[in-house]
């Protein structure tokens, strides 16, 4: 009688547990095809949104190089006008650069000296401008092309 007891018992448990695994196995399976389901949704999904970035890329990369090519020529367009203004700055600053040679040139002592004016001088070497700086006796200097001369004054008119 015990033995049946332990049998029934046995039974009983096997049953029960039997049964038991048998839900737990549908749970699993119905976990594992729930999963399965939100995996391809996800990825689908994923897979979705990847050709879509991937279509912006292409999108803005074309934009991107569009944009550039336009940057390179107004780039070109600048470079030529920069180049245009450098020659004409360049060309404005030889002309006033020679018409500043010439204005010197116009200045030159030694010019005037050759054109046969001359330069007096007193006897501290300044330059003579009024007469009434010289009197009757002084002695000046007078400079010409090729030479000075020392000379005395005698008379102031």
Known sequence: MKIKRVEENFNYNYERFSARLTNNKRTINAMEKGMMGETNRFFTKLDANISIVEEQFVHNYTRLHLYLVFLNSDIGLYEKGIEREARRWYLAVVKKI???????????????????????????GKVVKPKKTVKICDIIAVQLFDGILDANVEDIR
């Open 98 to 124: 020679t018409d500043c040679e010439r204005m010197l040139l116009a200045c030159d002592p030694q010019l005037k000296l050759k054109q046969g004016f001359s330069i007096v001088k007193d006897k501290t």
